[in-house]
């Protein structure tokens, strides 16, 4: 069965520093899709970045980059620069497999990031 | 792009009571889901449904039923609801890998 755990439950961080949050998953499948998703103040969730497993190079998108360590089961989202509005609670999920007819995502329990003026 | 619609964006219904909550997609997508999430905790599969008329159970399906009764919809319905399903019923849909979310419905329990 596959799991994503997060162990940081909350970060604070200043404004215009870098931080990383931590996700590591399990599964048996060869092919898989990691996610983070981003869960603002009014509960909108919003997709960030993906990084799909046979990828060697690290996925970026605006100020998200992700850390993909692929024989550690990790994988790390990074945010350069934080700006107060990157304050949110952020998930990891894991999708397995290359299906993408009844895709079903294991999501993490979640990191709270507080960016601070 | 596209938009997903749930409706109601809050929900009071009392403790034993059949409550329905309903989820329009208009970006075309196949797949619909209803997640729930307990407060400061993260999401939960209920149903999923990879196409019109399919459905298929999440980990949390008990004391839930779904429908998807064409492409862009899909309800949910909590049998006989109990105090401690208070959460928020997230609906998502994918046509790809990424999953788009809906802006939820908060559930309360009298």
């Known amino acids: 069965a596959q799991k994503v755990t997060q162990t940081q439950t909350s970060i604070s961080v200043m404004e215009k520093t870098t931080v990383t949050m931590d996700c590591v998953y399990e599964t048996q499948d060869s092919s898989y899709f990691l996610f983070w998703y981003k869960q603002t103040a009014s509960g909108e969730i919003v997709f960030l970045i993906r990084q799909d497993s046979y990828k060697k190079e690290n996925a970026t998108v605006g100020h998200y980059s992700l850390n993909f360590q692929k024989p550690k089961s990790s994988i790390g989202l990074i945010i350069t620069a934080t700006q107060i509005e990157d304050s949110a609670v952020y998930f990891c999920a894991m999708r397995e497999g290359d299906n993408n007819a009844g895709a079903k995502l294991t999501f993490g329990g979640g990191t709270r990031l507080t960016v601070r003026p | 792009g596209g938009i997903i619609t749930q409706t109601p964006k809050f929900l009071i219904g009392q403790e034993g009571q059949k409550l329905t909550l309903k989820c329009q997609q208009n970006?075309?997508?196949?797949?619909m889901y209803w997640y729930r999430q307990d407060s400061g905790k993260g999401l939960r599969l209920i149903y999923y449904?990879?196409?019109?008329?399919?459905?298929q159970k999440g980990d949390l399906s008990e004391g839930y039923d779904a429908s998807r009764e064409k492409k862009s919809s899909f309800s949910l319905t909590v049998t006989s609801a109990q105090k401690n399903e208070m959460a928020v019923f997230l609906c998502?849909?994918?046509?790809?890998?990424?999953?788009?979310f809906g802006p939820g419905t908060r559930l309360t329990v009298l």
């Open positions: 970006f075309n997508h196949d797949t």
């Open positions: 449904s990879i196409t019109e008329n399919d459905l």
């Open positions: 998502a849909s994918s046509g790809g890998a990424e999953q788009f």
